[in-house]
């Protein structure tokens, strides 16, 4: 509803037919939302907008008392203004990012869908993360049905997508990853009854090499020693006094040595968060949590073989 609107009208009724005036209570919750511009008709004005999004229910007390006469008699009448949801808000992707929250609101900016493809996928539905690619209308109590499109990087066809589902499917291969490293998609979902609500989220495509081998270990056993000191972290070395650096091969890459290589430390026998391992490989121990003469044997994961570190 518009400001300046007449929300409602209230009536009282006097037994002596005296002349009556209306005013809202301006204690009452909600009175900054009403105004009454005519004290003698009842008409109650709404005075600022509605958002449903953060009120749904608003309360404001009226008072209906007499004028012409000495006793100024009065009567109150509370009233309950229910807020339905409006066509008011614009459609939003999945997973919210929020960058302004409070307890009413939430602003959000759209995610960028990720998704990883080789030159021999073809004919393939891709699955983003995060996913899958989804819109939800903002007005929550009418959850409008909404249609997807590629406003553009679809590279002539090479990628469709489902205008009801946001599912986006690969057509055709990559001849050449070197080339064509990767894609960007900007899609849109809009309200289907109403066009001109929209959203727009980007879609990023990247070309691998194809994944054929797996990684593995440079080594099965690695050992390690520490000195014993107070200071509260240090880097475990070899006995040819070298920091010791734990490495996973992979054959996918021409040096063999993979970037996105993920590892993991599992201590074990009761020395768990004694150890921590870099993304680089490099072994680090909480020195001042640790006795002379102790000795420890750690699992280490690489998405291969497990080796045993002593």
Request: net charge negative; charged share 25%; hydrophobic share 35%.
């Amino acid at each position: 509803m518009a400001v300046n609107s007449v929300v409602f009208t209230v009536k009282a009724k006097d037994a002596d037919g005296d002349t009556i005036t209306y005013l809202t209570d301006k204690s009452s919750p909600d009175a900054s939302y009403f105004r009454i511009d005519l004290p003698n008709s009842g008409m109650v004005i709404l005075d600022k907008p509605l958002d449903f999004e953060t009120k749904t229910q608003l309360l404001v007390v009226i008072y209906a008392v007499e004028m012409n006469t000495k006793e100024k008699y009065s009567t109150t009448a509370k009233v309950t203004v229910n807020v339905l949801d409006g066509d008011d808000q614009y459609p939003q992707f999945l997973p919210c990012s929020p960058v302004y929250e409070d307890s009413d609101h939430a602003i959000c900016t759209n995610p960028v869908y990720t998704v990883n493809i080789t030159e021999t996928d073809e004919d393939t539905v891709l699955y983003f993360s995060p996913g899958p690619i989804h819109a939800e209308d903002g007005d929550k109590d009418i959850q409008t049905p909404l249609v997807y499109s590629i406003l553009s990087g679809d590279d002539n066809g090479r990628f469709t997508l489902d205008h009801e589902t946001g599912e986006i499917t690969l057509l055709q291969r990559v001849e050449n990853r070197l080339l064509t490293p990767s894609f960007r998609l900007r899609i849109m979902a809009a309200q289907l009854n109403d066009p001109k609500k929209y959203s727009v989220a980007t879609a990023l495509v990247h070309v691998i090499s194809e994944n054929r081998f797996a990684p593995y270990f440079n080594k099965t056993v690695y050992k390690g020693f520490l000195i014993e000191n107070v200071s509260p972290a240090t880097l475990v070395s070899t006995y040819g006094n070298q920091v010791l650096v734990v490495q996973a091969i992979d054959r996918d890459f021409k040096d063999e040595i993979n970037p996105k290589v993920h590892y993991t430390l599992h201590p074990m026998m009761g020395t768990n968060k004694l150890y921590h391992i870099t993304q680089d490989g490099i072994v680090i121990a909480k020195t001042d949590r640790l006795r002379a003469f102790d000795r420890h044997i750690l699992e280490m994961k690489s998405r291969a073989r497990l080796p045993v570190l002593q």
